[in-house]
């Protein structure tokens, strides 16, 4: 039986949400040798669907009431999605879809459409991990794990940042096709069958802007240019002209999180930019950045970053490095 796949464009959709699953389910056709997916693209009002790229979309289908029977539901992010207006007909539109489908989920920040229409609520879901503590907050009864690159919950399927898409689809196709024909498909579109790592070692988290008065701004800027030097909120609290005590509760609540943990941020965001462009051994680069020694860098760095020094300059680096 041929599985109808829609993938529901808003305006301003980022353009691989949508593009990058269809390819997939396109080429798994291919694979299979036979038209097992019939792929939609559905937009939220007649014409061409602008995305954030300014690229336009035709859309195949435009939503109405009651939602199609599709097998798969799919929403697809976009930069705006987390602030745009979700009027009643959009939200039950995909209520109803939802209810019809054997599976729904979302790309990157469709997540928050189906957030607003309260299909996240008890659920463990992912997004992009720019936007993942939004939402948490957002929505409170949503579980949101931000490392992931995707989730798999009964019939919702959520995706992590655009690429993840592509990871999520072809996790779908060996649902359906098996373990076979997606490690075939992996191969014709050169990518991941099982992606390593998660979406933590694309996070930017850790290169927060100084916030807080100007003076813990300064300090602020004092640490992320001196992240080897013995920073504990005595020396910080000392740099200010403060106690500790009072540096210490005045940070937080201005910052938002203690020294230490702001510390240690900067000094993971530190070690990343050496690994990405250097040649430094983990030792060189833990004594650089802070670190006690090679095995300290390590730890903060899986608890950070979700990989370990070795593996993250393997991917995103300019050289090997010895462990």
């Known amino acids: 039986m041929v599985k109808t796949i829609a993938v529901l464009a808003l305006p301003g959709v980022q353009l691989l949400d949508v593009s990058g699953p269809l390819d997939v389910f396109a080429q798994a056709n291919v694979e299979a040798g036979r038209k097992v997916y019939e792929l939609f693209v559905v937009a939220t009002e007649p014409g061409p669907i ?37 009027n009643t007909t959009l939200l039950e539109w995909i209520r109803s879809c939802a209810k019809r489908t054997r599976r729904y989920g979302s790309v990157c920040t469709g997540a928050f459409p189906l957030a607003a229409a309260g299909l996240l609520d008890g659920r463990r879901i992912t997004t992009h991990w720019a936007a993942s503590e939004r939402l948490a907050q957002a929505y409170p009864k949503v ?10 919950d009964g019939k919702l399927r959520t995706a992590a940042g655009v690429t993840a898409g592509l990871d999520l689809a072809l996790t779908l196709v060996e649902e359906d096709l098996g373990r076979e024909i997606a490690m075939r498909v992996a191969s014709q579109l050169v990518m991941f069958f099982k992606r390593p790592g998660g979406q933590l070692q694309f996070s930017r988290k850790g290169s927060a802007q100084p916030s807080g008065r100007s003076a813990l701004q300064e300090v602020q800027r004092w640490v992320a240019a001196n992240p080897a030097l013995p920073l504990t909120v005595k020396a910080l609290a000392a740099h200010t002209g403060q106690s500790p005590r009072h540096f210490a509760r005045l940070f937080h609540a201005e910052v938002g999180i203690t020294p230490a943990a702001w510390v240690e941020a900067t000094r993971i965001e530190a070690a990343r930019r050496l690994l990405e462009g250097g040649h430094d051994a983990p030792k060189q680069v833990a004594a650089k950045c802070g670190f006690a020694n090679a095995d300290t860098l390590r730890r903060a760095f899986v608890k950070h970053v979700g990989v370990t020094p070795a593996e993250f300059r393997k991917r995103h680096g300019h050289g090997a490095i010895e462990e």
């Open 50 to 86: 602008r995305s954030s790229s300014g690229v336009r979309l035709l859309p195949d289908l435009v939503i109405g009431k009651p939602g199609q029977p599709f097998h798969t539901l799919l929403v697809a992010g976009a930069p705006a999605a987390e602030r745009m207006e979700m």
């Open 143 to 152: 579980t949101v794990e931000g490392d992931a690159l995707y989730v798999r």
